[in-house]
């Protein structure tokens, strides 16, 4: 079993819709969790960083994060068909150390 | 401010070659880490430098190894390769500060393909 699940999708939804993209991790370790968007043939864009449990807003993004559950999720709303891209969750321990463990991402469509 | 520099973005090598890939951190940011980006595997850690130290390994075979100068710039080197090592490499540089209370920026990557 992985460290971290995350569904590949593909999520299609129509422009302008509430996105919801989840994570789910198994080491209770984990103390910052973030949120990376990725374009195709890019490298990953972070989005979205919170240490521990609670809700972090950055326009229209909403990160949560469950500790109890372990259980992270990020919501997009008024979606928009730049949006569309792969969104990778990622984890880290509370060490000095800067390892990822990352999520296998879940690619989303928006339409117009 | 410019962020995290990868050389070269696409190369294409043949079996048994090796590769070395060049990572410019961000100014100011002392720990670089590298990652392998497969569409089976997904995003997987190589190793991360920090003041030219390797702190952590992933689980990798020793044919992959990295360096960092005292310029906190940083090379990875890929000996002997396999068509399985065909990925896009990633590199990512932090603060690292001992709090830990910093993020992780990635270049745009290094596309190696092995024919």
């Known amino acids: 079993q992985k460290e971290v699940e995350q569904d590949p999708g593909p999520l299609s939804v129509p422009e302008g819709a509430i996105v919801s993209l989840n994570c789910t991790y198994s080491?209770?370790?984990?103390?910052?969790f973030m949120w990376y968007r990725q374009y195709s043939r890019k490298g990953p864009e972070l989005l979205m960083y919170?240490?521990?449990?609670g809700n972090k807003e950055d326009g229209r993004f909403t990160a949560q994060v469950d500790k109890s559950s372990k259980y992270i999720s990020l919501f997009i709303r008024d979606s928009q068909p730049s949006d569309s891209a792969t969104y990778l969750c990622?984890?880290?321990?509370?060490?000095?150390?800067?390892?990822?463990?990352f999520g296998t991402g879940t690619r989303l469509l928006v339409s117009p | 401010k410019a962020g995290v520099t990868q050389t070269p973005r696409y190369l294409i090598k043949t079996r048994g070659q090796q590769v070395t890939l060049s990572c410019s951190p961000i100014?100011?940011?002392?720990?670089v880490s590298w990652y392998q980006q497969t569409p089976g595997q997904g995003l997987q850690f190589l190793f991360e430098?920090?003041?030219?130290?390797?702190?952590n390994k992933g689980n990798f075979p020793g044919r992959f190894s990295g360096r960092q100068f005292s310029n906190s710039r940083s090379e990875m080197n890929v000996s002997t390769l396999e068509l399985g090592d065909s990925a896009l490499y990633l590199c990512?540089?932090?603060?690292?500060?001992?709090?830990?209370?910093?993020?992780?920026?990635f270049g745009e990557g290094s596309w190696l393909t092995v024919v």
């Open positions: 990622a984890m880290r321990r509370s060490t000095g150390f800067q390892k990822l463990v």
């Open positions: 100014s100011g940011h002392r720990s």
């Open positions: 990512a540089s932090s603060l690292a500060r001992i709090d830990s209370g910093n993020t992780i920026y």
């Open positions: 919170t240490y521990s449990s």
């Open positions: 080491n209770s370790a984990f103390q910052y």
């Open positions: 430098y920090f003041s030219e130290t390797q702190r």
